[in-house]
């Protein structure tokens, strides 16, 4: 089992930054895959990112593209997700995910572990 610990959402104004944080710990962190998830209620759970076991390979929603960056400290068992240039549009609650498909797209049925969720609001 694996458990996926997140902080780092709150509440910004648009055009601002967060950094979100996923600490995981369990089972050995190196050996999957990471990803982040977002989803609005009523709506569907949503591939926002993913980034393989080194580090070497990842990949972004189109939307997020040179604004959200994808990274992980395999010694410090943490994948973090860099958001900047916040839009409103980007709201949601946004979920840390492990054993993630790395590929173009992916859906929230190929994930194996799932965090709690952290909220991330961003008033226009």
């Known amino acids: 089992q694996v458990k996926l610990v997140e902080s780092g959402g709150g509440l910004v104004q648009a055009g601002g930054s967060l950094r979100l944080s996923c600490a995981a710990s369990?089972?050995?962190?190196?050996?999957?895959?990471m990803g982040w998830f977002r989803q609005d209620p009523g709506k569907e759970r949503e591939f926002v990112a993913t980034?393989?076991?080194?580090?070497?390979?990842?990949y972004y929603l189109e939307d997020v593209k040179g604004r959200f960056t994808i990274s992980r400290d395999n010694a410090k068992d943490t994948v973090y997700l860099q958001m900047n240039d916040l839009k409103s549009e980007d709201t949601a609650v946004y979920y840390c995910?492990?054993?993630?498909?790395?590929?173009?797209?992916?859906?929230?049925?190929?994930?194996?572990?799932w965090g709690q969720g952290t909220q991330v609001t961003v008033s226009s």
């Open positions: 369990g089972r050995t962190f190196s050996r999957y895959a």
């Open positions: 980034i393989s076991r080194s580090g070497s390979i990842t």
């Open positions: 995910a492990a054993g993630v498909r790395v590929a173009v797209t992916v859906t929230a049925t190929q994930v194996d572990y």
